[in-house]
């Protein structure tokens, strides 16, 4: 009561100042949102069986006491992401939200008392804010630079409020949601339509804090909002178009928490801006979809369109390399992987309310930490019990679009006599909206140190204030966006669709066939048909495992058929160092220019150019211990060439990459093919290399048109393989036959591997 009787005299001003709302509440007790009273008391009694659960309440506390040492800071905002005010407030909203659960679980007033401070600062500051000066974005906010942020706040904030709310006077209860509460969600909602009402995830943060707070203070008005989106008479006039995500359905806005669950994900759960998106968006969907169970479980939130959110967080744990970090997919920073905190708490709730998956156990483990909640407790619990069994990645594909007739991404894995995992990733998803690349057709591929060819990702430095304000640098467009920039094929030196978004998001490419039944040959393929005019790509990815390789080999076909003479740039992003060629090149030594004027090309200086000697041209490159090949035909014609990002960057914004670019000109149609082989490793303590030269001698397209595409690829030993496919027929009943010289293929199925 120490803690009670210190506010009267401030609490007697409270009460004297405030008009009262008049509002019907939900019947409700606190905490009801995340926590809930019962599964407060059931932490409480058995906190000895959970270790783990009890390793981090402990440095959740250890890291609050240290911040109510230091006193609330609650400064007037003026920076971007990076910059004091902006990391403060952002502090803040975690330290609030596990006060509230450590009020919650060891009863000490001091955290509830140092909500209630904080909270009443944040009352008298937030009447006082206009926009945040910056005013750089579509939806600026006040607290933050942008709305998305202050919706981060708000959805971290009406849990420590939930935690508190009982303790807290009814005065107090008032004035916060007077000044504060309603102010901000009618801020992010009623004021900023074009950030609340669209399919996005910066609205899934904006619905979900509005309906989280709406569920606290027993608004069902809020809450409807959050789930249903705005009213159309409620979007001024300019707002109301289908641009940026928005969605309109017989005339009528389709917006809100639900049409987020309807589409942004496909039927598989992959969600359509990209693993890195949903990495940041699956916490307010799972938070706002928990706090749903506990106060309307009659709305089956987790049932909802057959367990999309369920799929969403097995889809997120699927799309990521064999160490766990997402594939950067669109507008994606690399690194950021299953330790995400958002990952802690998708992985626990989805462990909880979804089926008790042992295999989410050792995630959990790898975490080394658990979300403060009852779904987290109990992952603590079964942990403690040994329950774990390991979580195992496989070859799958994902559906892109709310039809899932967008395209997709089709994932290979396999591992080698060596017991690395190769892992391939091939892009044929739809434009990802805003945040989307264009990069159709392209792929990447890592093992199990990380990346060996790669995507850039997005050029920009989260939360680095030095490097733009952490926001997307210029670089971003100019660089990561363009076709270049990825490991497909640039026609005419252009960008897909000229670079326009809007004309990308009109179309998708088209899934042809993807085949992982067999343990040995896994195969994806699609097509695009829109990304140039008159144009059609068409892209097969095969990785093969045979006992005399080391690791897995990739089989890349590419073919263009086209109305007219064009000239193609296929680059491989490749990582590493340069050891040798089969080919002669001249290097420049002294100087170096770019490689053209603009859509990415301004940015890359060519180091070298060569032509091949014989018909195919193959490099070797060392990287993280590790010797790779790539064997790809070549005519006579074809221009070979390194290049190296880092042109016309007077601020130093972008990785200095190397690329190594095969440049065919003055051609219809043609098909490129290609071989990699992972084949060697490098013991810097023994100074002994092994298996330092790769296997495969040559590849040799021996037919390609419209209708067959048939390669060969030979070893130095002289073991040869013919790979044969139907271009335009994926029936697994078709027989084919094509007759190529004096030698006749056939074989049934659209596609078909033979060792000759």
């Given at each position: 009561m120490l803690y009670k009787t210190k506010y009267l005299i401030r609490l007697l001003i409270i009460t004297l100042s405030v008009d009262m709302i008049d509002i019907t509440l939900i019947a409700q007790n606190h905490p009801n949102l995340i926590l809930t009273k019962p599964g407060?008391?059931?932490?409480?009694?058995?906190?000895?069986?959970?270790?783990?659960?009890?390793?981090?309440?402990?440095?959740?506390?250890?890291?609050?006491?240290?911040?109510?040492?230091?006193?609330?800071?609650?400064?007037?905002?003026?920076?971007?992401?990076?910059?004091?005010?902006?990391?403060?407030?952002?502090?803040?909203?975690?330290?609030?939200?596990?006060?509230?659960?450590?009020?919650q679980l060891t009863g000490e007033e001091k955290y509830a008392a140092y909500i209630r401070d904080m909270l009443l600062d944040y009352a008298k500051l937030y009447p006082t804010l206009g926009l945040h000066p910056t005013n750089r974005s579509y939806a600026t906010g006040k607290i933050f630079w942008q709305c998305l942020n202050d919706a981060n706040w708000l959805v971290y904030v009406s849990q420590a409020y939930d935690c508190v709310y009982e303790w807290l006077e009814p005065a107090e209860r008032a004035l916060l949601e007077k000044d504060l509460f309603r102010p901000m969600a009618d801020f992010l909602s009623l004021e900023n339509p074009r950030f609340f009402n669209r399919i996005h995830n910066h609205s899934t943060w904006a619905n979900a804090a509005v309906g989280m707070i709406g569920l606290v203070m027993g608004d069902e008005g809020l809450v409807k909002r959050a789930l249903y989106g705005l009213e159309d008479d409620q979007i001024p006039e300019d707002a109301r178009d289908n641009d940026g995500g928005f969605i309109k359905i017989e005339g009528k806005n389709v917006a809100g928490f639900l049409a987020q669950l309807d589409y942004s994900f496909s039927p598989d759960g992959h969600f359509t801006e990209g693993p890195y998106y949903l990495r940041y968006a699956i916490y307010p969907y799972l938070l706002f979809a928990k706090s749903l169970v506990n106060h309307k479980p009659d709305l089956g939130i987790l049932e909802y369109r057959d367990g999309i959110l369920t799929k969403s967080v097995y889809a997120l744990l699927y799309q990521s390399d064999p160490r766990g970090a997402f594939f950067p997919i669109n507008d994606a920073q690399k690194g950021m992987s299953w330790l995400a905190r958002e990952l802690v708490a998708a992985v626990d709730i989805t462990y909880f309310h979804a089926g008790d998956d042992p295999t989410l156990l050792s995630i959990a483990e790898k975490q080394s930490k658990v979300f403060l909640d009852e779904a987290g407790f109990q992952v603590a619990i079964d942990l403690a019990q040994n329950k774990a069994q390991p979580f195992a990645h496989q070859s799958i594909e994902y559906r892109d679009g709310d039809d899932g007739k967008k395209g997709g991404l089709g994932i290979l894995r396999m591992n080698g006599t060596s017991n690395s995992e190769l892992c391939l990733v091939m892009k044929y998803a739809a434009h990802g909206m805003g945040h989307g690349h264009f990069d159709r057709l392209s792929y990447a591929l890592y093992d199990d140190d990380g990346e060996v060819i790669q995507d850039y990702g997005s050029a920009r430095w989260v939360n680095i204030d030095q490097k733009g304000g952490g926001r997307y640098l210029p670089e971003n467009k100019t660089w990561?966006?363009?076709?270049?920039?990825?490991?497909?094929?640039?026609?005419?030196?252009?960008?897909?669709?000229?670079?326009?978004?809007k004309a990308a998001e009109q179309q998708h490419p088209s899934r042809y066939f993807f085949d992982a039944s067999n343990p040995n040959v896994a195969?994806?393929?699609?097509?695009?048909?829109?990304?140039?005019?008159?144009?059609?790509?068409?892209?097969?990815?095969?990785?093969?495992?045979?006992?005399?390789?080391?690791?897995?080999?990739?089989?890349?076909?590419?073919?263009?058929?086209?109305?007219?003479?064009?000239?193609?740039?296929?680059?491989?992003?490749?990582?590493?160092?340069?050891?040798?060629?089969?080919?002669?090149?001249?290097?420049?030594?002294?100087?170096?220019?770019?490689?053209?004027?603009?859509?990415?090309?301004?940015?890359?200086?060519?180091?070298?150019?060569?032509?091949?000697?014989?018909?195919?041209?193959?490099?070797?490159?060392?990287?993280?211990?590790?010797?790779?090949?790539?064997?790809?035909?070549?005519?006579?014609?074809?221009?070979?060439?390194?290049?190296?990002?880092?042109?016309?960057?007077?601020?130093?914004?972008?990785?200095?990459?190397?690329?190594?670019?095969?440049?065919?000109?003055?051609?219809?149609?043609?098909?490129?093919?290609?071989?990699?082989?992972?084949?060697?490793?490098?013991?810097?303590?023994r100074e002994i290399p092994e298996h330092p030269f790769g296997s495969i001698q040559n590849v040799t397209p021996l037919y390609g048109d419209a209708q067959y595409c048939i390669v060969s690829f030979e070893t130095k030993g002289g073991r040869e393989w013919v790979f044969m496919m139907a271009n335009q027929n994926a029936s697994t009943d078709a027989q084919h036959h094509v007759q190529v010289g004096e030698k006749t293929f056939e074989w049934r199925g659209v596609y078909a591997l033979e060792e000759k």
């Open positions: 407060v008391e059931k932490i409480r009694g058995n906190m000895d069986a959970a270790p783990l659960f009890a390793q981090t309440l402990a440095a959740a506390q250890n890291e609050v006491d240290a911040e109510i040492d230091e006193g609330i800071a609650v400064p007037v905002p003026k920076d971007m992401a990076g910059g004091y005010t902006h990391e403060r407030h952002k502090k803040n909203f975690f330290i609030l939200q596990k006060a509230g659960v450590l009020f990561a966006k363009q076709t270049i920039a990825h490991n497909t094929v640039t026609v005419n030196e252009k960008t897909q669709f000229k670079g326009k978004v195969v994806v393929s699609a097509k695009e048909t829109s990304a140039y005019s008159g144009t059609e790509l068409h892209r097969t990815m095969v990785m093969i495992n045979d006992e005399q390789f080391r690791n897995p080999l990739i089989l890349d076909l590419f073919r263009v058929e086209a109305t007219d003479s064009q000239q193609y740039d296929l680059p491989w992003w490749f990582q590493g160092h340069l050891l040798s060629t089969n080919f002669d090149y001249t290097a420049e030594t002294s100087s170096l220019s770019t490689m053209g004027e603009a859509h990415g090309y301004q940015h890359l200086w060519k180091e070298a150019e060569g032509k091949a000697k014989e018909e195919c041209a193959q490099i070797c490159w060392f990287y993280e211990g590790k010797f790779f090949t790539l064997t790809r035909d070549a005519q006579a014609d074809d221009a070979l060439i390194f290049a190296r990002l880092g042109a016309n960057d007077p601020d130093f914004n972008l990785r200095h990459d190397p690329a190594f670019i095969l440049r065919r000109e003055n051609t219809k149609s043609t098909l490129f093919a290609s071989v990699f082989e992972s084949h060697g490793t490098y013991n810097p303590v």
